[in-house]
């Protein structure tokens, strides 16, 4: 295996990975090629996120794997599932996108994970953790006369659905091949020779048949059978961690060299002609063969596209003044702060609390439902438990949110990282539809800083809010605004008024978008007051300008269905003012792949786009009138 330090200038030469079109070309290829090929695609993997940017280090762990799973297996009349898709670069280098992978992430190119629409190979789509068991035992049911594999990470392998899939699947005979991709080290240490060579002979037609045909023998003598099925699990148990997978009714095999290509070739083909579930353990590296990312896997998870010249910042992004609050109201003597994540706290800006405060600290792993619960349960008993989790992965909690913390009334503060457009991620990673399924939560407030100092106090006012209070702030930078690190709190539902005129138009702008909608209101020198709050609304100051006949305009990013534009509308109509509300945010449609701008170049929520809605609307509003008074 060749090893790589540097993330290469120029495309490199790869001539054997330059004969695979599709997965059918790399089968004629000997064992010396295949080897030859998986340096070149490492290499090839190497220089294409370099150019991209994207996910690194899982793709690099799973080169070997990823050719031994296409060798082996008739993809795609065979279903190949990969978790997340973090790990599939490979896949889609050999499934006719080489020539398309640097623009993956990118507005118009590729997906950043496995998606149906785009390739036939891609059996099922991805982006959320855990998903790909069940996803293959559905599949695999449906279709008995295939092959279906599933690659999930010992990551995905925390969270329960992945267990509530093979409990579900063991008690079935679906050909289903499960393959444990474990790049941690988490279930087991024991690699090398013997390990290969018990996956050899576990996955061997003789075992196999020596084993089934003994438990055939002994089915009408209970006892028999019961001793052979026990004895059997528990000397496979001693030598190998797979007892836990052989008792939901699988056939462990494992753990073994996930680098070492022929001996993976070689158990897969076993695995192949094997009836019933199975589970494949594989060890591998993460960043596999470039050697920053074996030594610094977490910081080489992803990389950002390599730029030219000096990058261009605008202020602190907003995980950071997260984790600063956790780390100063901690040092106030706060014993009842818990902080919590879903493994997401590199992320998330909670590295520096979890060295200082390691007691007040808890990443639960991949398990967003019991990270909820969890936090009620410390709530329950008088902690004020911080959750910090992405956006799109709250929805994953949602049941919890409902039955476990807000109709219990607790204390429990959602920090809600990554809201709005994400950027590169896609769809699977936008953050735009917590406000529509919060809102209609009782009990709940929910705000949304306009910069950097806003969201510091408005931590502090979901802190001491004495229930379940949301702060959800985008990803990245804020804009630069000093941030006092006090104590000051924002009185609920108070909304701020940034300019007010005499205009007939009242711009209401909603977190990150104030930006945006100071540079509209002084086009049309209009008010413009920054909300805040989404809920409970500031009714009195909205019911002020009601009063006044202003039109309004509301100005988010979030989904126009659901919305906090929809919240004004809706105040309206129960008070029974009949104010007209353009409602300005994002359609009815997944974002596109791009970055954040181009995202919100789609969804029309740019600086120009929206001053031609605004003024459609105004002449809309001129015609409507002149017809109603002619009409008088």
């Known amino acids: 295996m060749k090893i790589f330090k540097e993330i290469p200038a120029f495309p490199p030469i790869t001539p054997l990975l330059d004969k695979v079109n599709l997965p059918e070309d790399l089968r004629n290829f000997d064992k010396e090629q295949l080897r030859k090929l998986a340096d070149e695609l490492r290499e090839f993997l190497i220089y294409s996120v370099g150019q991209s940017g994207g996910h690194f280090g899982a793709g690099l762990g799973v080169v070997e794997l990823t050719i031994a799973l296409h060798y082996v297996f008739n993809t795609p009349d065979d279903k190949l599932v990969w978790d997340v898709g973090h790990q599939a670069y490979p896949h889609k280098i050999i499934t006719g996108r080489k020539n398309d992978i640097t623009s993956i992430r990118h507005k118009d190119g590729l997906h950043p994970f496995t998606n149906i629409d785009e390739s036939i190979y891609d059996a099922f789509g991805a982006g959320h953790s855990s998903t790909s068991i069940s996803a293959s035992l559905g599949m695999s049911i449906a279709e008995p006369d295939k092959n279906h594999i599933a690659v999930i990470g010992d990551g995905s392998m925390t969270a329960g659905m992945a267990f509530e899939a093979l409990a579900h699947a063991g008690s079935t005979d679906s050909n289903l091949l499960v393959i444990l991709n474990d790049n941690n080290m988490s279930i087991s240490r024991n690699t090398g020779g013997i390990s290969n060579y018990l996956a050899r002979i576990w996955s061997s037609r003789i075992y196999t048949s020596i084993r089934e045909g003994g438990k055939t023998a002994l089915r009408f003598i209970p006892s028999a059978k019961n001793f052979a099925k026990k004895a059997e699990t528990h000397f496979k148990g001693m030598l190998t961690p797979g007892t836990l997978f052989e008792e939901l009714g699988f056939n462990y095999i494992g753990p073994m060299d996930g680098h070492n290509l022929s001996e993976i070739i070689r158990t897969l083909k076993n695995l192949k002609n094997l009836s019933g579930p199975k589970l494949l353990h594989v060890i591998t590296t993460k960043g596999k063969g470039f050697l920053p990312a074996e030594n610094d896997p977490i910081g080489f998870h992803a990389l950002n596209k390599i730029e030219k010249g000096a990058s261009k ?15 100063e109201t901690a040092r106030r003597g706060d014993k009842d702060l818990m902080a919590i994540t879903p493994a997401m706290s590199e992320g998330s800006g909670m590295n520096d609390f979890k060295e200082s405060f390691p007691n007040q600290f808890f990443d639960v792993a991949i398990a967003e439902q019991h990270s909820m619960t969890f936090a009620a349960g410390l709530a329950k008993v008088g902690k004020k438990p911080v959750l910090a989790i992405y956006s799109t992965f709250l929805q994953r909690a949602y049941d919890q949110l409902i039955h476990d913390v807000a109709l219990q009334g607790l204390n429990v503060t959602l920090a809600i990282d990554r809201a709005g457009f994400v950027g590169g991620d896609g769809a699977t990673h936008a953050g735009i539809f917590d406000v ?29 809010f004495n229930g379940p209070a949301a702060i959800r702030y985008p990803r990245g930078e804020g804009v630069g605004a000093k941030v006092d690190k006090d104590t ?39 008010t413009l007051i920054d909300m805040r709050f989404i809920k409970p609304l500031d009714e009195d100051l909205l019911e002020k300008y009601a009063k006044l006949k202003k039109e309004f305009i509301s100005i988010e990013e979030n989904t126009l269905s659901g919305g906090a534009g929809s919240a004004v509308n809706e105040f309206f109509v129960k008070k029974g003012y009949e104010n007209k509300i353009l409602m300005i945010g994002i359609p009815d449609e997944f974002p596109i792949v791009g970055n954040a701008e181009d995202q919100r170049e789609a969804a029309g929520l740019t600086k120009d786009k929206i001053l031609w809605k605004i003024k459609n609307r105004l002449n809309e509003i001129e015609i409507e009138n002149k017809q109603s008074t002619s009409n008088t």
């Open 313 to 327: 910042t605008k202020g602190v992004k907003y995980s950071s003044i997260f984790g600063e609050w956790l780390c």
């Open 436 to 464: 529509a399924y919060l809102r209609c939560i009782p009990n709940m407030v929910i705000m949304s800083p306009s910069n950097e100092n806003e969201c510091w106090k408005m931590l502090n006012t979901g802190y001491n």
């Open 488 to 526: 000051n709190i924002i009185e609920i539902g108070k909304a701020n008024i940034i300019n007010e005129t005499n205009s007939n138009l009242v711009i209401l702008s909603f977190g990150n978008m104030l930006q945006v909608s100071e540079e509209v209101a002084k086009e049309f020198k209009c």
